[in-house]
Every structure is written in C-alpha cells, then in structure tokens.
C-alpha cells in the first residue's frame, strides 16, 4: 500500500464537475477524497474528520473560502493541515490575497490535471506528512 493511500483530502467546492474532475484525478493516484458542496456542508464534516490537507474553493455562494479558512485555522485540530486554495481568482494580486487569508498554497483553475497530484504532493511533503 502506497504513503498516498492513507492520505484524506476534504475537498470544498459548489461545482459539481469541479468535484467530479478532481474526485477522479485524486482518486486515481490514491488518496480518499471527502468532499463538501458548500462551505456549512464542510463546517460540519470538518467536526469529525482530521483531513491531511484541505482543498478550498474561494467563490461559493453560502460563504467565500477566505471566511472558511479563517474559521478552520481557529480549530485546533486544524491548525496544522494545509488548507490550498483551488480557484478561478486569477487576477492580480488574487493569490496574495488568498495567502493573506491564510490558505498555505494557491492553484489556479483551470486545473492542470497531470500536474495537480504533484502540487499536492508538494504541500503535503512540506507539511511533513
């Protein structure tokens, strides 16, 4: 059994083919993926679940992923997981914004779907997992 395999990544997204690409592409490389419609549906999966990294889209509509990453890194059992913004924002200075509000890393949409498991990767080997 592969490192990768024992690895959970809660994914936040509103769209649902957004979800249904990277369930796939998550999936075939092996991690678990949990994923939340919107930002109350991950409020409380995230009550239950120690995920070892953390998909964030930015733009839904119940709550922005700045606001959702703000709340997350308050729980302590999430202060350590790094939280990657996976966005449409692409604008200048969108991606300082976006770390600004604390997410750990910044991926812009649309995906590049053979390099996103090795930018996950990335962020989970410098998280030390």
Same mark, same amino acid.
């Given at each position: 059994?592969? &490192?990768?395999?024992?690895?959970?990544?809660? =994914?936040?997204?509103?769209? /649902?083919?957004?979800?249904? #690409?990277?369930?796939? %592409? #998550?999936?075939?490389? *092996?991690?678990?993926?949990?994923? !939340?419609?919107? +930002?109350?549906?991950?409020?409380? %999966?995230?009550? *239950?679940?120690? /995920? &070892?990294?953390?998909?964030? &889209?930015?733009?839904?509509?119940?709550?922005?992923?700045?606001?959702?990453?703000?709340?997350?890194?308050?729980?302590?059992? #999430?202060? &350590?997981?790094?939280?990657? !913004?996976?966005? +449409?924002?692409?604008?200048?200075?969108?991606?300082?914004?976006?770390?600004? !509000? *604390?997410? @750990?890393? =910044?991926?812009?949409?649309?995906? @590049?779907? @053979?390099?996103? /498991?090795?930018?996950?990767?990335? =962020?989970?080997?410098?998280? *030390?997992?």
């Amino acid at each position: 059994m592969s &490192d990768k395999q024992t690895r959970t990544i809660l =994914y936040v997204e509103d769209n /649902p083919e957004n979800r249904l #690409l990277v369930r796939r %592409i #998550l999936q075939a490389e *092996g991690y678990q993926v949990i994923e !939340a419609e919107h +930002a109350h549906q991950a409020l409380k %999966i995230i009550e *239950g679940l120690h /995920p &070892d990294l953390v998909l964030m &889209d930015i733009n839904m509509p119940d709550m922005d992923g700045f606001t959702l990453t703000a709340k997350f890194k308050e729980m302590p059992h #999430l202060k &350590d997981v790094p939280i990657v !913004a996976l966005t +449409a924002n692409v604008m200048r200075g969108d991606k300082e914004r976006t770390l600004d !509000a *604390g997410c @750990d890393g =910044y991926i812009q949409k649309p995906i @590049d779907v @053979d390099a996103l /498991p090795l930018q996950l990767a990335a =962020y989970l080997k410098h998280n *030390g997992q």
